[in-house]
């Protein structure tokens, strides 16, 4: 078997996988006699491990979690049992999401939990964006709409998790816990406190604005153009969607709080107005309710509280300079959106 790893003795997801770990573990899903060409570890990846396994008649995705004593943050906690525990709700985009092959959490093989997948023919979205033409990129966008209003169009049953993520009975109390827990990984990375304990103490006397949202609904987490596989089509028919990855921070909630409509507010400019029109062409109308701009301005605040925290952790200063400036415009704001 060839074996390629990627030398990466500094980064979060270092811990080492040898070429007999991936024989054992491709063993346990494919049977004694299975024959593995190939094990390439795929870039990109920044909390587990990936890697593109080469069998005699296919190509399946392995994808290796930290060890259970790894030092990660609260909302990184067992990401692939998460997954795992939600995927099935995912059905109205099964058709572009990899298939789970075999999922094994015993650490009877290794000392990790990890999963084969699928492989999906692709090209990552953002690695590419530049190269498409408006005319191209315009459809992308709108297809990414469409996709994000089918996910979203999901019910649940509570907000929160999924398993063993907590659950909750109203939207309130998880973005309550949310912003405690946002706050304490704060503290932990010596952020300055004084805009978010301001946000915070709006939201906590305005939770009925939050109250409007009854409905859990499906939310991936993390879908922006990193997680999203392109396919360059024949002449004429222009690129598309092919894939969509990495659910693992997927979780019920209001999907104006999900992780993509964050990113859309905060990549706004005149260069992208176009492809975010496309976008909202293809998601379709969202219903305008009491404190609706409220409400945008809370989840804002707290992811961005959650980026900066990543960005301490990875060395990431401008990303915790540009956060300290919006987190304080949204401090500042917020009681002029209390309608």
């Not at 925290?309 to 300290?324: L, P, S």
């Amino acid at each position: 078997m060839e074996f390629i790893p990627i030398d990466r003795p500094s980064a979060n997801n270092s811990y080492p996988v040898t070429a007999e770990h991936i024989l054992s573990m491709c063993q346990r899903a494919f049977g004694s006699g299975v024959q593995v060409v190939s094990a390439r570890e795929m870039s990109g990846g920044t909390f587990n491990r990936v890697f593109l396994v080469t069998l005699p008649e296919q190509q399946v995705i392995l994808r290796i979690a930290p060890p259970p004593t790894a030092e990660v943050a609260w909302h990184e906690k067992q990401l692939m049992r998460r997954e795992h525990h939600i995927q099935p709700f995912f059905a109205t985009v099964a058709h572009l999401m990899p298939r789970t092959l075999l999922a094994d959490f015993t650490h009877q093989v290794i000392d990790h939990d990890y999963v084969f997948q699928s492989f999906i023919a692709g090209e990552r979205w953002e690695d590419i964006a530049e190269s498409f033409t408006p005319e191209e990129a315009a459809p992308l966008w709108e297809q990414f709409g469409r996709i994000t209003r089918s996910i979203h169009s999901t019910v649940g049953t509570a907000f929160g998790g999924p398993y063993p993520m907590a659950e909750f009975q109203t939207w309130s109390e998880k973005i309550l816990d949310r912003f405690d827990r946002v706050m304490h990984a704060m503290v932990d990375e010596q952020l300055d406190m004084i805009d978010m304990q301001s946000v915070f103490a709006v939201v906590r006397g305005h939770t009925a604005l939050l109250e409007v949202v009854k409905q859990p609904r499906l939310l991936h987490g993390d879908l922006w153009l990193f997680n999203i596989l392109i396919q360059r089509n024949p002449a004429g028919a222009g690129p598309s969607i092919v894939g969509i990855l990495d659910a693992d921070r997927a979780g019920w909630g209001d999907p104006m709080a999900d992780w993509t409509m964050f990113v859309l507010a905060m990549s706004a400019s005149s260069e992208a107005q176009p492809f975010h029109n496309a976008f909202w062409r293809g998601y379709g109308e969202v219903e305008q309710t009491a404190g609706t701009a409220f409400r945008k301005a809370v989840y804002e605040a707290m992811h961005i509280g959650s980026a900066m925290t990543w960005a301490v952790r990875n060395h990431d200063d401008d990303t915790v300079e540009r956060g300290k400036r919006d987190l304080r415009a949204v401090a500042m704001n917020l009681p002029k959106l209390l309608p």
